[in-house]
Every structure is written in structure tokens, then in C-alpha cells.
């Protein structure tokens, strides 16, 4: 009887979740859909007030201007910088981190809990407040328009963090392979060499992808610490250029800059969701 | 025995030669940390108390004790950047929380394409900030954006001047900006969903609570101790918005989209004036860490009452 009687009411809230569903798709996909299409129609068409929802054809001049030497903006160019930069970041990041991370959360380290709270009180305050004398420092030192100059920054910016979530994947090691490894008569060096870095393996890949995105994405850094066209960023190469005058292009330029970093959040979803989940179990 | 007592110094007691190896190995993160964060935020302390020369090279010119404070605190553009910030924090949060719980409440049912939605939901995340803006300045155009479009499509006016007009400027910004936390929310609090007991959900409803009274008296209460962490990150990021607001308006119109932190931008690399800038930004500091202590305070609460 019950069965029976919940039927109606189930159906309808069925229907229900379903339209929910379908309403978050749409809104939550719906920019990202303008811009790509906005990106493969021509630009007398996006300038149209008569906006078409639905594309009848697609054009890619727009990515091949973009490419091409005669485009104002010089995507393929800050695309090579910004790739070098946040490789190097990535790299630089990740090789400062695991040690401090393992040390951090595996040995007795003086002023353990001061470094961690220091850590995770950095992010609190407004970045700009420490950008103001590492600009005049930057500047006297002859860094500015510099690789050095950005990937500093960055990696300072990306440290705390990193240190953080490798802490995690440290923790995640039994301490009692260690224990054995240490028995079997390995010193310091060794059990980290032999033993934490190869367990580390997935949690450093995470970490470089991690440090990569970040620096892919900056954009306060470079608008302040580079000027020279030839280092721009790709951020930056969306807000300095021609851009105003193509709109076709920028957005061509704009889904080329979020691509890689759309591409590592969909592949790693999961994981990505499976980090925040244990941040809330915790 | 000896295997293990050599396992002890190594891996746990403060032996001076294990306390060594652990500085040596801290010792670079944390030089780099002090060297780019505390080094400047001491001196930034410093610009704040002095009056500074920009050109036509970096000078101080000379102690002013604390003018630049007094200077701001006595300003109305600091006043109004202050509200501002204030207003576009607290509804980033209200906003972001209560969309973000719908969605998660609506990806903790059971349904055809989950996933589908679950990787939609999270992809504004993975848009750069700056990406993000150029493509809000896309959907705000005022002739041929796509905001105006759909509503032109529905039979309105669709004439709204987004990102132009003193009072929906920052709304704009705001809807931008929601847009993009959006997916942390919905994870974060999804993850918090799924550890709220089954159990005690189905006794409610075998007790004969609805589910709008098992949401309400349930499953909320039980939330609080996540929602309030979500409501403190938010809260953070939002006193930190930068690059949405320099891709969308600038600051502007005049001054309506100015928050604390981008006035230090304007003050700091627009005027050029770095003792204003840094008494602002330690501001804003201030303001930061005492909200979040009042939402700590708030969180001990929510836990002890969930507890209990």
C-alpha cells in the first residue's frame, strides 16, 4: 500500500532531480560554452546584437590568426614562456617541498607547529601587501622582465601550499615500511632515496601538476614584474594586446589558456574530489 | 635491538644528529617562505609608517609615525572601499553557500549522468581567473553579449549596462565570481553530505519526518561544522579578489567596484603611493583576521553543538 501510495510523489520527485539537473548543467556550462563559441564565429557575427545560441557553421581563422605572425597578440610566444615558467616552478616547487614535507611530518623539526601555522597565515593576508618591496627588490636586483624574476615569486607563492598537500601524501606512508627499512640498517638518505620517494611517486606527480597550474594561471605577478612584450604570459597576453579591436581572437586566446589546465581538472576529477573529501574528513 | 634503537634516533627522537638532517631539510622551504613573505611583510610595516619616493628611484623619504593610518582611516574613498568589500564578502559567501548546498544536495541523490553534471559543476574551477573574466566580459556586453542576448531572446529589453552602471557593477562582478567557487563549495560541502550518517536519516524518516523536516532539523545542523569552514575560505578569497575585478571594470565605474584589495593596487601601482598602499593592506589584514576569528569563534559552537 505504501509502495503505491509513494509512487506518484516519487515520479514527480524524480522529474524533479532531473530538471534540477539539467538547469546547474546549463548555467554552470553555459559561459564556458559562449566563449568557445564565440571563438569560432566571425567577428561581424559576435559584434551581431543578434546573438545566435546555436552555431550554423564554425570558422577557426580565429586560431590560426592567433598562431600566425601577423596577429597583434603573440600567443605562440607566451605560450613557450608561460610553459617554461610553470615548468620550472613545478620542478623547483616540488623538489624544495617533499624534503620539508617529510621532515615536517616525520621528524623532529624545532619550531614544527610556528612553521606549519606560519605556513597557512600567509595565505590570509592580501598578496599585494608582499609584493610591494619584493617589486622594489626585484627591480634593484635587475630581475624584472626576467624568468628569474617570475619563477621566484611563484615558487614562494606556491611553497606553503605545496608543502601542505605533500604533507598529506607523506602521512599516507606507513610508518612502519620505514621503520623496517631503518632496521635493515638504512641511513637518512637511503630511506628517503630507497623508500619515501618512490611511495611518493603519485603524490609528487599531483604536485608538479599542481605547481604547473598555478603558475600557468598567475597573472598579478607578471602584470607587475614584466613589461617587455616578449615575456609576457598567456594571461597577460589576454589583457595586453589588440584584443579590444578582435574579440574573435581573444576568446580563441582565452580557451587556448584554459585548456591545459580544463584538461588536467577533468582527467584528475576525481582525485581532485578525493583530496577536498579527506580535507573534510579530517 | 640495535636495529631498532638506531630507528629511533633516525626517523623519531631529537638526536642531535637527526634534528640536523631535519633543519637541513626544512631549511630551503623556509629560508625561501621568510625571504618572500616575512622579509616584505616587515617591510611593508616600514612603507606604512613612511613617506615614500617612487622617482625617479625608490626612496624614503622619511618617518611619518602613523599619518598614513590616520590619512586613511580619515578617508571616505577607504570607508567606501571598505563596505564595499564588506558587502561583496558576506554576499560572495550567503550566495556561493546556499547554491553550492542545492547542487550538492541535488549530487548526493542517485541519478542518471551524475557524473556528467559532477565534472560540469567543477569545470569553472579550472578556468584561470583572468580567463574567467574575459569570458564574464563575453556574457556582460552591453550590445552583444550573451546575458543581453537571452534576454532579448525572451521578449525583454536585454539593454543592461552590466559592468557600466554604479549599482549592478559589482553585482556582476559578484555573479562572475560565484560562478567560479561554485565547485569548491559543491565538493567540499558534497564531501560533508556524505559523511552525515544514513542511519540517522533513515531513523528520522522511519520517526515520520519529511524530508524537508529531516533537511531541516537533520541534515543542516549536522552540516554546520562544514558549511563553516567553506564560509571562512570563501570569506578569505573574497578579501582577495584581484584578477576578476582588474579584468571586468578596473575598480570602476569610478569607484563602485573597488574592494580594499584593489584599492592597494590602485594606491600601490596606479598613484604610486606605497605608504598608503601598505597601511591599507594591513588594513584590510586587520578586517581579514577578525572576521575569521569570529567565524572560528562560531565554528567552536557549531561543533560542540553538533556534538552534543
Known sequence: MTGMAASPGRLIRRVAVYVGAAVVMVVMAFPLYGIILTSTQTERDIRSTDVAFVPTYITTEHYSQIFSNTSGVPVAESMVNSLAVAVTTAVVTVAIA??????LNRMRVPGRRLILGGFAAIYVLPTLLFVMPLFITVVQLGLYDTYIGLVLPYV????????????SFVRAIPVSVEEMAVIDGAGLAQLILRIVLPLLRPGIFAGLLLGFVLAWIEFLTPLLFTSNLSMMT???GLFRSTMDIEIGQLAAATVMTALPVILITAFFQRNITEVITAGVER | MTGEVRAEETIRTGSRRGRRAA??????AVLIVAGVYAYPAITTVAYSLSAIDLSPRFRIVRFVGLDNFINQLGSGAFWEATWTTLYFGLMLCLVTVVLSFAIALLLNKTFLGRGLVRVTVLLPWAVPPVASGVLWVQMFHAEFGFLNGLIRAFGGEGDIIWLGGQGIALHSVLIAEVWRWIPFATIFLLAGLQIVPRTVKEAAAIDGAG????LRHITLPLMLPVV???VI???VWAMKVFDTIFVLTRGGPSRATTTLNFLVYRQGFEQFDFGSAAAT????SALTVLAIAGLGWMLARARRLAGA
Open chain 1, 98 to 103: 617533499v624534503p620539508a614535507a617529510y621532515a
Open chain 1, 156 to 167: 614562494a607563492f606556491t611553497l606553503p601550499f605545496m608543502v601542505w598537500i605533500m604533507g
Open chain 1, 234 to 236: 598567456v594571461t597577460l
Open chain 2, 23 to 28: 633543519i637541513a631539510l626544512v631549511a630551503p
Open chain 2, 211 to 214: 524530508s524537508w523536516r529531516t
Open chain 2, 228 to 230: 563553516i569552514p567553506v
Open chain 2, 233 to 235: 575560505f570563501l570569506f
Open chain 2, 281 to 284: 593592506a594591513y588594513l584590510l
